[in-house]
C-alpha cells in the first residue's frame, strides 16, 4: 500500500535509514528472519519532477498500522499520509480526488465524525486568507462531519510546493506539485524541547544533541525489554533516549569521576534519568574499552540476576547486548583514552598493583588512545557482546578530501552495513553514522585475529597515535591526509548546497 511520507528538511541522509529501521522494528518485512541482516528494504519513489533531496516520498508499507506505528516513532518524518490526490494545478487535484474510490473516501466523511483540515507548504508562504480560500475551494468533498480545530477525529492535510527552481537555497523543484490526503499519523517532536541539552541536569563537552541521540536510537531499533549499552556513555545523552523508548540500559566510561561523582549528589549521570523520570541504568561502570571487564558468562549472570526472567528472553542467550549505541572518541572535542601511562606502555615500568588504601580514590592513569584501535576495539567489543541480529550504532569521522570518490567504513566479519548517514560539520570533515547488524556468530578464528590485532597496536602504540590524527588533519592550515586502516575520505560535494544539508 503506498503511502505519502513528508520528511522535515533536515539531516537528509537520516531519513530513509530511520524509517527503514523502524518498518523493520514494526514488522513490515515477512521473510523468515524478518530481514534483520539489512537485506529487505521498502520501496520508494518520488513524486513527479522532484528531487531527491525533497521532503516528499512515496513509500509501500504493508499496512496502516504499520505506517502509523512508524510516523508516531520518527522523529524525521513529519507525517505519513493517505494520498487522495495529487495534480500540478487545482483543477487535476479535483479530478484525482473524485476519482478515488469511495469505499476508501466515505468512512471518514461520516456526520459522526469531526475533521480539520490542514493548508502546508514547502519553498513559500501561504497568507492565512490564502489557506481560507484553498480550504473553500475544496468544497467538492462531500464532508458531512463538524469541524474541530483542536481534536479532530480525523486530519486532512493540503500541501503545495511551488516550481521556484534553484532560487531560495532549497531542492530544485520544478513544477508545481499539490497533494491531498489523510493524516495516518505524525512524530512528536515536542519531545525534543523537552529533553534539551540546555535544560539538562548535567552535561559535558560531548554530550549527544537530543535530536541526534533518539535518532540513534530508533536506527538501533530500541524498544521496551531491550538491553542497550554505551561504552562511552559521558554523561549519559544516548541512554536517556534509549531509556526514553523503555530500554533497559548499561554504560561504562574510562573517567571514573565521570561515572561515581559527577559534579555532585545532585548532579551527576543518575540525575539526567531523574530529571525525566526515566528508569535509570542497571549499571554504570569504570570500564575501558581498551580492555572490557566482560566475561564469557555474563549471560549466566545476568540471568540469574531476573533481567530475562518472566520474558521470552530467557530462551539462551548467546551474547548479552540488543543493541551497542555510542559516539566513540574521535579528538575534535576531546580525545580518546585507554588505561596505561606512556611509561607502562612504552614497556619502562612494569604494571602495578594499587595499595589496598589508596583504592578509594586512585584515579587510574591513561595513555591517547588512537581513533583506528578505538574503532578496532568496538568492533570487537560488540562482536562478542550483541545477541544475533543485534545492532552496533556509532558516529564515525570522515575528512572531506577532493581528490576521494570512496567512502571506506571499518569492517568487520561479523557485521554487515546497513546504513551510513553523514553528517557536514565544516568544510573539512563531517561524520557519518554507521548502523551494522550482527549476522554471524564470534568464532575462535576471529578471536584470533583480534589478539594479534591487539598486539599490534601495543607494538606500533607510537606510529598508530601519529596515523589517524584527526583533530590536526582538521584544524592544521597545510594539507593533511588521514592515514589509517579503513579510513574514510569523502569528496565535498560538487552539487549546489542549500538548507539542510548541514544540520
Not at 513528508?6 to 523493520?24: I, M, T, W
Not at 560539520?425 to 594479534?452: H, N, Q
Amino acid at each position: 500500500m503506498w503511502f505519502l511520507c513528508v520528511f522535515y528538511h533536515r539531516l537528509l541522509d537520516y531519513r530513509k535509514p530511520e524509517v527503514e529501521s523502524l518498518a523493520l522494528m514494526f514488522g513490515a518485512f515477512d521473510s523468515d528472519d524478518g530481514g534483520q541482516d539489512g537485506g529487505e528494504h521498502l520501496e520508494w519513489r518520488l513524486p513527479e519532477h522532484h528531487h531527491p533531496d525533497s521532503p516528499f516520498h512515496f513509500v509501500d508499507l504493508p499496512s496502516e498500522d504499520v505506517a502509523r506505528d512508524i510516523a508516531n516513532r520518527s522523529i524525521l518524518v513529519k507525517g505519513i499520509y493517505e494520498l487522495w490526490g495529487e495534480g500540478n494545478n487545482y483543477e487535476e487535484l479535483e479530478d484525482a480526488i473524485k476519482d478515488y474510490p469511495d469505499e476508501r473516501k466515505l468512512p471518514y466523511l461520516s456526520p459522526e465524525s469531526t475533521f480539520r483540515i490542514t493548508v502546508d507548504s514547502f519553498g513559500k508562504v501561504i497568507s492565512f486568507q490564502e489557506q481560507n480560500e484553498r480550504i473553500q475551494s475544496l468544497a467538492y468533498i462531500p464532508f458531512k462531519g463538524q469541524v474541530n480545530l483542536r481534536n479532530p477525529d480525523h486530519k486532512f492535510w493540503l500541501m503545495e510546493t511551488d516550481d521556484y527552481g534553484t532560487n531560495n537555497g532549497l531542492p530544485p523543484v520544478v513544477q508545481k506539485r499539490i497533494f491531498f490526503g489523510r493524516e495516518v499519523g505524525g512524530a512528536d517532536r515536542k519531545l525534543l524541547p523537552t529533553y534539551q541539552l540546555k535544560s539538562r541536569t548535567y552535561l559535558g563537552p560531548t554530550a549527544m544533541d537530543a535530536e541526534m541521540a533518539f535518532l540513534m536510537a530508533n536506527q538501533a531499533m530500541v524498544k521496551p525489554g531491550k538491553l542497550v549499552y554505551d561504552p562511552f556513555v559521558g554523561t549519559g545523552s544516548i541512554l536517556v533516549a534509549a531509556a526514553h523508548f523503555g530500554a533497559m540500559t548499561m554504560g561504562a566510561d574510562i573517567d571514573i569521576r565521570v561515572v561515581r561523582d559527577g559534579r555532585g549528589p545532585d548532579c551527576n549521570v543518575w540525575s539526567n534519568f531523574k530529571q525525566y523520570g526515566l528508569p535509570t541504568p542497571i549499571g554504570l561502570l569504570r570500564a575501558d574499552n581498551n580492555l572490557p571487564p566482560w566475561r564469557p558468562g555474563l549471560k549466566e549472570y545476568l540471568q540469574d540476576l531476573g533481567f530475562y526472567s518472566g520474558s521470552s528472553t530467557l530462551k539462551m542467550r548467546w551474547r548479552v547486548f540488543d543493541a551497542i549505541i555510542c559516539d566513540p572518541p574521535y579528538g575534535v572535542r576531546a580525545g580518546g583514552r585507554k588505561s596505561g601511562g606512556r611509561k607502562l606502555l612504552k614497556g619502562v615500568v612494569g604494571p602495578y598493583t594499587v595499595p589496598d588504601d589508596k583504592r578509594t580514590d586512585h584515579i587510574p592513569s591513561t595513555a591517547a588512545y588512537s581513533l583506528v584501535e578505538c574503532v578496532h576495539d568496538l568492533l570487537d567489543l560488540a562482536a562478542k557482546m550483541l545477541v544475533l541480529n543485534g545492532r552496533l550504532v556509532f558516529f564515525y569521522p570522515v575528512l572531506r578530501e577532493d581528490e576521494s570518490t570512496e567512502n571506506h567504513f571499518p569492517e568487520h566479519p561479523c557485521f554487515v552495513l546497513v546504513s551510513a548517514s553523514e553528517q557536514i560539520l565544516s568544510s573539512r570533515y563531517s561524520r557519518v553514522l554507521l548502523t551494522m547488524v550482527k549476522s554471524s556468530p564470534y568464532t575462535e578464528e576471529i578471536e584470533e585475529e583480534a589478539r594479534l590485532k591487539h598486539l599490534e597496536f601495543k607494538e606500533n602504540h607510537l606510529k598508530w597515535m601519529e596515523d589517524g590524527n584527526l583533530h590536526s588533519a582538521v584544524f592544521s592550515p597545510g594539507e593533511s591526509v588521514f592515514v589509517a586502516e579503513g579510513d574514510p575520505k569523502v569528496s565535498k560535494e560538487t552539487k549546489p548546497k542549500y538548507r539542510g544539508k548541514y544540520v
